[in-house]
């Protein structure tokens, strides 16, 4: 089966730095890679997604990338603010299942 | 439109005893998963509904746990007799998936706000 391998489990940035985390995964027939974001109290809300058949995706300040041949997909925030302190999941998923195989999570703390 | 919502929100309870957890997806949507992340862990799958019936069962733990979606609207997951490896915090999943050319049926996943268990 899949297995989703996360890093790091916590990063603490300054208010305006860039985060990065990144996720590798086993299995090559994977092709959908989802992130959520966990706040406090809350569900993991999924923000970016990236399919197999592209290299990025942006969405104003948060942005994936997906390297296939190494198996490697990464969350970039830039100009991160305290509000975006959460718990962050990588995940991947293969077209004949809907089911993501999750990593196990990323604490990103931003200090104002 | 009304999220995903989950009952309890914590639940304390022994070992041994016997605890129920309800979910109410979003309204219209077919797909319902249960999820369960150990503290520090992963989010791990545990089954999938599709209206009334279970799709998908592989990822429950054992016996012990039983999960039914009655009239395909809610779904509960009663844990009896719970042991302390149950303890964690349970999230429920809803979904509608929808036709996108080229990639065959597509969907997300809306997560609840989960229940948090812990067996003493």
């Known amino acids: 089966g899949e297995n989703v391998e996360q890093h790091p489990s916590t990063l603490s940035v300054q208010e305006g730095d860039s985060a990065v985390i990144k996720c590798t995964y086993s299995?090559?027939?994977?092709?959908?890679f989802p992130w959520y974001k966990q706040e406090l109290g809350k569900g993991p809300q999924l923000i970016i997604d990236?399919?197999?058949?592209?290299g990025e995706k942006k969405d104003q300040r948060i942005a994936v990338t997906l390297n296939k041949t190494a198996k490697h997909f990464s969350l970039h925030i830039t100009e991160t603010q305290p509000e975006d302190s959460a718990v962050y999941f990588c995940?991947?998923?293969?077209?004949?299942?809907?089911?993501?195989?999750f990593g196990r999570g990323t604490s990103l703390i931003v200090h104002p | 439109e009304a999220g995903v919502t989950q009952f309890p929100s914590h639940s304390v309870i022994e070992k041994g005893q016997t605890v129920t957890l309800r979910c109410d997806p979003i309204?219209?949507?077919?797909?319902l998963y249960w999820y369960r992340r150990v503290m520090g862990k992963e989010i791990k799958f545990l089954l999938h509904?599709?209206?009334?019936?279970?799709?998908?069962e592989s990822g429950m733990p054992n016996n012990r746990f039983l999960a039914e979606r009655t009239g395909g609207t809610y779904s509960t997951l009663k844990v009896q007799p719970a042991e302390l490896e149950d303890s964690g915090v349970y999230f429920c999943?809803?979904?509608?998936?929808?036709?996108?050319?080229?990639?065959?049926?597509?969907?997300?996943?809306?997560f609840g706000p989960g229940t948090r268990l812990l067996v003493l």
């Open positions: 995940a991947a998923s293969w077209g004949g299942s809907y089911i993501p195989t």
């Open positions: 509904f599709v209206k009334e019936s279970k799709q998908d």
């Open positions: 299995d090559s027939a994977s092709n959908y």
């Open positions: 309204s219209g949507h077919d797909n």
């Open positions: 990236i399919r197999s058949n592209v």
């Open positions: 999943a809803s979904s509608q998936r929808h036709l996108e050319q080229g990639w065959g049926y597509q969907e997300t996943q809306y």
